[in-house]
């Protein structure tokens, strides 16, 4: 099965911290309401929703959780290209070794 390949290297998907900290979006979902991001620093994945206009970083284990399931079905479907453009960024992160095919 092909993957779709998502460039985080867009300004659509860059996102500038109060103090200055580039984070990239991977995806963003509505659930229950709630605006969710699943934002990286290329070193990890963070998982942040949007509270009064801001982002605040999910603590919920629930919420987490979920979160959890639906970045390793995002990875199983998508390459998510790292910082030299070429490996799978999901595969660093996650260590998702599931499908050894590449995009």
Known sequence: MNKNIINLDVVDRQLTTSDGEKLYVIFDIEENGEHYLVLTDYDAIIFAKEQDQN??????????????????????????????????????LIGNDQGENEA
């Open 55 to 92: 982002l605040i970083e999910v603590t919920d284990e629930g919420e987490i959780d979920i979160l959890v399931d639906l970045t390793m079905e995002f990875a199983e479907n998508n390459f998510v290209l790292d910082k030299d453009g070429k490996s799978d960024l999901m595969k660093k």
